[in-house]
């Protein structure tokens, strides 16, 4: 553990652990996750489900603001709007970046996308909410 103020990289969700969603840069603002698609990831048409392609986008958005949030403060998704682009196929290493476009007191504006090599195959922009500190109301890393 570091001195930083900020906030370490929070282990992945046994969801994303299941995916088999790797973390491999994390930098404050900046964030990269990677996934090499196999045949658990695919839909009935033969490409990844939509919900890899998401679940990617949301940790690599939010992992972006809470990679530079003070260790007391806590977020969540608000708003994650999501552009298809191109598919996912078995496979492909696809790399998901976020990056905070604005961030305010208690709300944060973010971006990012899911490339495979150069092919673009998703891009997302997301909303969070901000707290000064973890409500009461939510469980999780304490």
Partial sequence: MTN?????????SGMAQ???IRLVDWKPGHV?????VNSTHLNKGGVAHGG????????????SL?????????????????????????????????????RGKNVAH?????HVDSRLVATATGTWVIWQSKPDSLPGRS
Wanted: with cysteine; charged share 20%.
């Fill in 4 to 12: 930083s103020p900020f906030s370490e990289p929070p282990e992945l």
């Fill in 110 to 114: 973010l971006a990012g996308e899911i």
């Fill in 32 to 36: 990269q996750f990677e996934v090499e």
């Fill in 66 to 102: 809470v990679s530079q949030l003070p260790k007391e403060e806590w977020c969540a998704t608000t708003q994650l709007v999501t552009n298809f682009i191109s598919p996912l196929n078995n496979g492909d290493r696809a790399i998901a970046k976020g990056r905070v476009i604005r």
């Fill in 18 to 20: 299941m995916m088999g």
């Fill in 52 to 63: 890899l392609i998401m679940t990617m986008l949301d940790s690599a958005l939010g992992g």
